[in-house]
């Protein structure tokens, strides 16, 4: 699973199926440049930049499975920060006529 807020995706693995807390929040770790394109990608192709990806690894292919515009930030450190400032910074746009998404 990966979370991008903006420009700052939020890669944490997760089992599945999930099956305890520690299982659902996942753990964050280092972002392969192979992900990163996959997932930039799904973004680009809805034209959002706020938006959860599910990948699986099968046999080393990583397959797309779900994407979501609105993920649950569970597990990803410093998220409601994060959301905060992109958020804020997404109003300031608005108000003053810009795009919205720079997907």
């Given at each position: 699973?990966?979370?991008?807020?903006?420009?700052?995706?939020?890669?944490?693995?997760?089992?599945?199926?999930r099956?305890?807390?520690?299982?659902?929040?996942?753990?964050?770790?280092?972002?392969?440049?192979?992900?990163?394109?996959?997932?930039?990608?799904?973004?680009?192709?809805?034209?959002?930049?706020?938006?959860?990806?599910?990948?699986?690894?099968?046999?080393?292919?990583?397959?797309?499975?779900?994407?979501?515009?609105?993920?649950?930030?569970?597990?990803?450190?410093?998220?409601?920060?994060?959301?905060?400032?992109?958020?804020?910074?997404?109003?300031?746009?608005a108000?003053?006529?810009?795009?919205?998404?720079?997907?």
């Amino acid at each position: 699973m990966e979370a991008t807020i903006g420009d700052r995706p939020t890669p944490r693995p997760t089992v599945f199926p999930r099956r305890t807390e520690e299982e659902k929040q996942g753990e964050p770790f280092p972002l392969t440049p192979q992900l990163r394109d996959i997932a930039e990608r799904c973004g680009r192709a809805f034209g959002i930049d706020l938006y959860g990806v599910d990948i699986i690894e099968s046999e080393g292919t990583p397959y797309v499975v779900d994407m979501c515009s609105i993920p649950g930030f569970k597990g990803v450190p410093d998220s409601v920060r994060l959301l905060a400032q992109y958020f804020h910074a997404a109003a300031e746009r608005a108000a003053s006529g810009e795009v919205l998404s720079h997907a």
